[in-house]
């Protein structure tokens, strides 16, 4: 029986542009009228999530920054540092085309820049031998700190909530959702989803965009 759904926000609730699907919006909170208990999880920053929790209507905590961060109520928890991230990015910006994301001043365990796709591997490699965390969220890239993922975030909720692996539903599309994919817990994704992503699911819906919540949670017997 599911008790928590952790959803991604970009590319799973919302369209390419970031129009976020009014019919997600709608069966979110017919699951949350059925006590079950919805999170999100996103790369974004947490003034975004602030506002999708208040206006959605999210009854449970929700994580910016990959999980970096937490707002419980009125409480934000930050789990990781951006001192090193930030040390990163300002290097690889002498010789790279890496630039940094504007919503960086609200960032405070991560950092999120673009890059010419020439640059890629090269900045891959470089994250990899300094210690460093770099995934792509189709928006953005995130650098973030050893430990530092969406999986972190489903296992600060499982104890937060005293519930098991089986109770558990997370629902995403990009590889930066891949760390909570691979945990022992139901799966989901929207037909958009990575090839990584839709290897690792349970369920892949035939609907894009947030247009799948309605079908996932139907087959989850949510709603």
Do not use: C
């Amino acid at each position: 029986m599911i008790k928590l759904i952790v959803l991604d926000v970009d590319g799973t609730l919302t369209d390419k542009i970031r129009k976020i699907s009014l019919d997600a919006i709608e069966n979110i909170r017919k699951a949350i009228s059925n006590n079950i208990v919805v999170s999100l999880v996103s790369g974004n920053v947490i003034p975004v999530m602030f506002g999708l929790k208040t206006y959605i209507g999210i009854n449970g905590p929700v994580f910016g920054e990959n999980g970096g961060i937490m707002l419980n109520d009125s409480k934000i928890t930050p789990f990781f540092d951006k001192t090193l991230p930030e040390q990163f990015l300002n290097e690889i910006s002498k010789t790279t085309s890496a630039r940094e994301m504007f919503t960086n001043k609200w960032r405070e365990t991560s950092v999120a820049f673009t890059m010419d796709e020439e640059d890629i591997k090269t900045v891959l490699k470089k994250a990899s031998e300094s210690g460093l965390y770099i995934v792509d969220s189709k928006f953005a890239w995130h650098i973030m700190n050893k430990g530092q993922n969406k999986a972190f975030a489903v296992e600060h909720l499982k104890k937060l909530y005293g519930i098991n692996n089986s109770d558990i539903l997370v629902i995403g599309d990009s590889d930066n959702d891949l760390n909570m994919f691979e945990l022992d817990v139901h799966k989901a994704s929207p037909s958009n989803a990575s090839q990584n992503i839709k290897n690792l699911s349970e369920y892949v819906s035939k609907y894009p965009y947030g247009s799948e919540i309605v079908d996932i949670f139907e087959y989850y017997n949510v709603i």
